[in-house]
């Protein structure tokens, strides 16, 4: 069984900067894909970023540049650095993965129907 908790989220000023995290119960995991995912109220989620196994990664346009997606094999965790954060970025945050053996094949991936296996979320608040 996986497992992904996120941990990391709460209430910034614009500008400001936070630092999500999402465990995984499961080492094996570490081979596959993994991403962050975002919904706000009465909006679609919204793949924010990605990263393969081979360390490649894909952003959305909204957050290129301001946020980046790492992973630290050794402590079986994954990450969400989020800098000059923007009202907009309000949304509750999600880790999602997907092993090496799916259909992504460890490649980096914003389609949130190719991920397994999905935390609880985060809610991050970015006040204006």
């Known amino acids: 069984q996986v497992q992904l908790v996120e941990s990391g989220g709460g209430s910034v000023q614009s500008g400001g900067s936070l630092k999500l995290s999402c465990a995984v119960s499961?080492?094996?995991?570490?081979?596959?894909?993994m991403g962050w995912f975002r919904q706000a109220p009465g909006k679609a989620r919204e793949g924010v970023a990605s990263?393969?196994?081979?360390?490649?990664?894909i952003y959305a346009d909204s957050v290129q540049g301001r946020f980046t997606i790492s992973r630290d094999n050794a402590k079986n965790t994954l990450y969400l650095q989020m800098n000059s954060l923007k009202a907009e970025d309000t949304a509750m945050y999600y880790c999602a993965a997907a092993p090496f053996w799916s259909v992504l094949d460890g490649v980096r991936s914003l389609r949130a129907d190719r991920y397994h296996y999905w935390g609880q979320g985060t809610q991050v608040t970015v006040s204006s």
């Open positions: 499961e080492y094996t995991y570490r081979h596959g894909s």
């Open positions: 990263i393969g196994s081979d360390g490649a990664t």
